[in-house]
């Protein structure tokens, strides 16, 4: 792993520092977007170095904020303590845990390595940087973390379930972490996106080519998303579900028996695979 880091000169601080994980594309990037438009300095985190610096050079040059690149594979259990000590000095205030991967089809063929990835990823990153840098927030009095999770955390996906499985771990781990934290300043905010344009959205439409022509319709812009996480985040809303439509399959979900809920969501990836 390689944890270079480098530093606009401009060193002034004026809001909590903000970290992003997997800003180097899709929802992450619009994140770090927002909350630069807001004014908050930043460290940004992802694989691809060169997506990060010049992600960094727009945003200092839009909005003149202060911006950290800090390439760091979170595939590597050991990322998320180093990243803590790396960011030791920073006065960081906000955690957005973004970063993630997404393998569909069978389980029984799917490869070993990629399930382990997507556990690693999706699930033991996001709760090891939290555990790392929780305190850091608890000392300064306070703080906010927002954690992306998705709408597959409402029900069981057949052909997804694994990817299902740990946003609905994202899911139940936000809200149970917001209310132990509920009194101690620091607010969890979970976002459960829909179908968003990214490089996920790349990928599934590689796997589904006859929807291609439906991009626009089907898959919202990753800006939506991020307009949503920083509203929810600095309301501290627990849950933001952006989108009607996303909103109607959380209620419709919740109010299904199981055995109903299993059906639907049965026909519902019949009919998408
Ligand atoms: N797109 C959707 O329809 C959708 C819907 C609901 C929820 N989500 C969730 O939204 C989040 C962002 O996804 P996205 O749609 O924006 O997908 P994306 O465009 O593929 O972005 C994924 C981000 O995660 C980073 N990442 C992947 N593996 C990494 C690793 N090992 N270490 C560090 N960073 C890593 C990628 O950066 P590098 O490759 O440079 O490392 C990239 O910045 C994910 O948690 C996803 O599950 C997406």
């Known amino acids: ?5 480098s530093v606009t000169p401009k060193a002034a601080t004026r809001k909590p520092v903000t970290v992003v994980t997997g800003a180097s594309s899709g929802i992450g990037r619009a994140i770090a977007r927002e909350f630069a438009a807001h004014g908050y300095d930043l460290v940004i985190v992802a694989r691809r170095r060169a997506r990060l610096e010049a992600l960094k050079r727009e945003l200092v040059n839009d909005y003149a904020v202060r911006v950290r690149v800090v390439e760091a594979d979170l595939y590597d259990p050991a990322t998320p303590d180093r990243l803590a000590r790396l960011l030791a000095r920073e006065p960081i205030g906000i955690i957005v845990n973004n ?3 997404l393998e569909g089809g069978s389980f029984a063929s799917m ?14 990153a996001l709760v090891t940087l939290t555990h790392a840098m929780l305190p850091r927030l608890l000392a300064r009095g306070g703080g906010r973390i927002v954690n992306v999770a998705s709408i597959a955390a409402f029900a ?8 299902a499985a740990t946003k ?3 899911l139940s781990f936000g809200e149970s972490l917001g209310e132990e934290l509920r009194e101690r300043g620091v607010t969890v905010t979970t976002v459960c996106p829909g179908l968003t344009d990214s490089e996920m959205a790349d990928a599934a439409l590689e796997r589904a080519p006859g929807l291609k022509p439906w991009r626009g319709q089907l898959f919202a812009p ?22 009607l439509t996303n909103r109607a ?6 109010a299904a028996p199981r055995p109903l809920r299993r059906f639907l969501s049965r026909y519902i990836a019949r009919s998408l695979r």
Not at 1 to 5: P, S
Not at 156 to 163: M, T
């Open 249 to 254: 399959y959380d209620g419709l979900m919740q």
């Open 222 to 243: 990753a800006t939506e998303v991020a307009r949503a996480a920083y509203g929810g985040c600095m309301s501290a809303d627990p849950v933001v579900v952006p989108g």
């Open 1 to 5: 792993m390689d944890l270079c880091a």
């Open 111 to 124: 490869p070993r390595g990629r399930v382990l990835e997507m556990l690693q990823l999706n699930v033991t």
């Open 156 to 163: 069981p996906i057949p052909w997804l379930g694994v990817y």
């Open 168 to 170: 609905a771990f994202v």
């Open 99 to 101: 970063a993630g991967t």
